[in-house]
């Protein structure tokens, strides 16, 4: 991302705009493209694919769908989430009307070619981290890559981005993500994050699959991601694969509002005195202060006539680094109690005639 100081929040639709009839589908995905702008959120996002182009026929059920009532074979369950391509333009002219970035995963050549004229940057699912064919396909466009991470190994990465590279990509950024639906917080692994960043030199973010709407994603953000993916729904109780473990809308606008402080509290990465820290700064760091009246002349004595003490609003002396140099010194002029001694109020004793 080009902007590393603000946090790109993706609104993961994911299949949630299903409701059964062409235009309920449609009604619903509209309701969802107002909930994320609603909430905040940078861009909303779909998914794109035929069945046929996934899984392999008879592929059997998902021990994780069956968690949750689903017990059809995942063929059936993905024949029936297929988004009709038709769908993509008129979901993308939504979000531009609404001022949301529209954003859909492609998961084969096709449903990238489809999807590629309605967006800006393209997302790489977990699963097709060694789909070869869409990787060199996306990478051609020249568009920005978001590639997530579940379920990968460190030579996947590798494997992904020397494949995407090697076909134009130069904008890419990887996901921290547990494929669990809904992922413990056990499992979330977010010091992953960083290791990215400095592993394969590029931007990264945090797909987060577990329920809870603030602790990932802020945790996230101050291990320095710039991306950050959560699905959300209108509903928890509708059916289908994805509603069980993703947000509300009122929980999707909680953590955008946590993720925009989190961003703003992470600041630049730079230690130095910030402005908000100069008045206290100024009244409160310790210096070599007089505790009482000291004469021109007089022997100056830490514990006597000076310590080292916070100095308010009076004048401020030196550094404490310079304690050990004031041992036989005197004073040089008239400095009054609470006065900071400064290097040019310090004279070596004179010598003896």
């Known amino acids: 991302m080009n902007d590393s100081q603000h946090v790109f929040i993706i609104a993961e639709a994911g299949s949630n705009w299903r409701m059964g009839t062409s235009d309920r589908d449609l009604q619903m995905a509209h309701a969802l493209v107002d909930v994320a702008v609603e909430a905040g959120a940078d861009a909303i996002k779909f998914q794109t694919y035929r069945a046929r182009d996934t899984y392999v026929t008879d592929a059997g059920a998902s021990d994780y769908l069956a968690n949750v009532g689903i017990q059809r074979s995942i063929n059936e369950v993905f024949v029936d989430l297929e988004m009709p391509y038709e769908m993509i333009e008129k979901i993308a002219a939504k979000c531009q009307n609404a001022g949301i970035e529209f954003m859909s995963t492609p998961f084969s050549v096709a449903d990238a070619e489809a999807v590629d004229p309605y967006v800006t940057r393209h997302k790489v699912a977990s699963y097709e981290i060694n789909h070869v064919r869409l990787l060199r396909w996306l990478?051609?466009?020249?568009?920005?890559?978001?590639?997530?991470?579940?379920?990968?190994?460190?030579?996947?990465?590798?494997?992904?981005?020397?494949?995407?590279?090697?076909?134009?990509?130069?904008?890419?950024?990887?996901?921290?993500?547990?494929?669990?639906?809904?992922?413990?917080?056990?499992?979330?692994?977010?010091?992953?994050?960083?290791w990215l960043g400095r592993r394969f030199g590029v931007a990264t973010g945090f797909s987060d699959h577990s329920r809870d709407p603030i602790v990932g994603p802020v945790a996230a953000v101050a291990l320095g991601a710039t991306v950050i993916e959560k699905h959300f729904t209108i509903d928890n109780r509708l059916p289908g694969p994805d509603h069980a473990f993703a947000l509300e809308p009122e929980e999707l606008t909680a953590m955008v509002s946590a993720i925009r402080a989190a961003e703003q509290a992470r600041g630049d990465g730079?230690?130095?005195?910030?402005?908000?820290?100069?008045?206290?700064?100024?009244?409160?760091?310790?210096?070599?202060?007089?505790?009482?009246?000291?004469?021109?002349?007089?022997?100056?004595?830490e514990g006597e006539n000076f310590d080292v003490l916070r100095p308010g609003k009076r004048s401020i002396g030196m550094h404490p680094r310079h304690l050990d140099e004031m041992a036989?010194?005197?004073?040089?002029?008239?400095?009054?109690?609470?006065?900071?001694?400064?290097?040019?109020?310090?004279?070596?004793?004179?010598?003896?005639?």
């Open 270 to 301: 730079l230690k130095a005195v910030g402005s908000r820290e100069t008045e206290l700064r100024r009244f409160a760091v310790r210096a070599i202060q007089a505790t009482r009246d000291i004469a021109p002349g007089d022997p100056l004595v």
């Open 328 to 353: 036989g010194r005197h004073a040089a002029r008239t400095i009054m109690a609470g006065e900071g001694i400064r290097p040019g109020d310090v004279v070596p004793p004179v010598a003896d005639a």
């Open 139 to 194: 990478a051609a466009t020249g568009k920005p890559l978001i590639i997530s991470t579940g379920a990968a190994t460190e030579d996947d990465i590798d494997f992904c981005l020397a494949t995407s590279r090697a076909a134009g990509a130069t904008d890419i950024t990887l996901l921290q993500c547990t494929s669990s639906y809904p992922a413990p917080p056990d499992s979330l692994n977010l010091s992953v994050i960083p």
